[in-house]
């Protein structure tokens, strides 16, 4: 996800984009400018964006007044997660109505006092930020959902976890609600003649969760040089700026894990990009 949100606002009047720019200033957000439909919609198509602000008179692809209905149309399909924030100086409810059909976070009537921006951009941050803690908390708390599969009721079979795969499989059912573009096993870019198997990408946030489960004390030896290895071939990957390890450790055969943690969770460059790390042991 990065450490900085992106916005891109769709707006036909350069000076408004500018003046939203310095209104955002201090907060933790990049923000871009289209000036038509068809610019917007490829730099969405290309970026991810924690929010769009659409002003609904932008130019149409098609030379339309309201081109602006042409990106709230498309923008669910390509990314479930970009907010959207209409601008707009129309009050017709017939304009409203349309609006309304579409899935909206705000919509801002125009002359506005950019206050209003700043508010917006607090809910958007604080709304963007929950999509990874709420993976976080999820990882966190994956121990305790292996107590409920292992103590199942009605003389029912408990369902084993025996290696990685096992998990991989109760996670994807587990997150496939929240991040509905979740895939799995995609490949990273050659690297020394080799690829590497990714277990989660979730493009649309940026991350991708590499999964691993400690089998035994010899193999606990072994974790934190497999995950360094691993970690340095993430960058490649070009739907990876956020970079999660969970290793699960149900009998927490896994010694100094917090070091490991902090030693390898951070920021990781290769080849001018630099992705964020973070190394969760759990149970620890």
């Known amino acids: 996800m990065g450490k900085k949100a992106r916005i891109l606002i769709a707006e036909d009047n350069k000076l408004w984009i500018e003046n939203c720019r310095a209104a955002l ?5 990049e923000v871009i400018g289209a000036m038509d439909v068809t610019e917007a919609i490829e730099k969405i198509q290309n970026t991810c964006f924690a929010a769009v602000f659409i002003d609904l008179e932008i130019p149409g692809a ?14 669910p399909d390509m990314n479930p997660y970009t907010q959207a924030i209409v601008i707009t100086q129309h009050e017709e409810d017939s304009i409203l109505s349309q609006v309304a059909r579409h899935n909206v976070s705000l919509c801002i009537i125009k002359p506005l006092n950019f206050r209003e921006i700043q508010f917006a951009m607090d809910l958007i941050i ?3 930020i929950g999509h990874r803690e709420k993976l976080l908390n999820v990882l966190n708390q994956f121990s305790s959902y292996q107590s409920i599969l292992q103590d199942r ?3 029912r079979t408990d369902f084993k976890i025996a290696n990685e795969y096992d998990v991989q499989d109760i996670l994807h059912v587990i997150l496939k ?16 003649g ?11 946030l940026e991350t991708v969760v590499e999964i691993k489960m400690a089998r035994g004390k010899a193999h606990a030896k072994k974790v934190a040089d497999e995950l360094d290895i691993d970690i340095r071939n993430y960058p490649s990957h070009p739907n990876c700026n956020e970079l999660i390890c969970f290793v699960y450790d149900p009998k927490g055969v896994v010694s100094d894990a917090r070091s490991i943690e902090k030693d390898l969770s951070g920021p990781v460059t290769q080849k001018n990009k630099t992705i964020n790390v973070t190394v969760l042991i759990r149970p620890a």
Do not use: M, Q
């Open 25 to 29: 200033a201090d907060h933790p957000v």
């Open 177 to 192: 609600p929240f991040y509905p573009d979740l895939v799995s096993e995609e490949h990273t870019t050659k690297r020394a």
């Open 194 to 204: 080799s690829e590497k198997r990714i277990d989660f990408v979730i493009k649309g």
């Open 153 to 155: 009721k009605h003389n």
């Open 126 to 128: 604080e709304r963007w």
């Open 62 to 75: 098609k030379g339309d007044k309201y081109g602006g209905f042409d990106i709230l149309k498309t923008l």
